[in-house]
């Protein structure tokens, strides 16, 4: 289930790309996995393009936070927290 809520929210980010997103390059990229044994992780990604996301969690709930350009160039910050209750996400401009 958990695993269907990150995958949403990246999906989220990719529908708002225009056209020209779609020529950016990945800056960086960091992905670690079962850190502490219980399927902890963290997962890092940012974009040439301004997008932005972080993430962590594990097999119990994910928070984790993303960065879009604003029609207005200013950023818009998306934090959320994804758990048994569903998807919680909190959108500040």
């Known amino acids: ?6 995958i949403f929210a990246l999906l989220v980010v990719l529908a708002s790309c225009s056209e020209e997103d779609f020529q950016a390059q990945l800056l960086k990229s960091e992905n670690r996995q ?8 963290q997962y890092e990604a940012s974009v040439s ?3 932005q996301i972080k993430a962590q969690g594990n097999v119990n709930g994910i928070q984790g936070e ?3 350009p604003g029609e207005d160039g ?6 959320y927290i994804a758990d048994s209750t569903g998807f919680h996400p909190k959108v500040e401009e």
């Open 74 to 79: 200013k950023q818009i910050r998306v934090t």
């Open 66 to 68: 993303y960065f879009l």
């Open 49 to 51: 393009n301004g997008i």
């Open 1 to 6: 289930m958990l695993k269907y809520t990150l």
């Open 34 to 41: 079962n850190l502490d044994g219980a399927g902890q992780f």
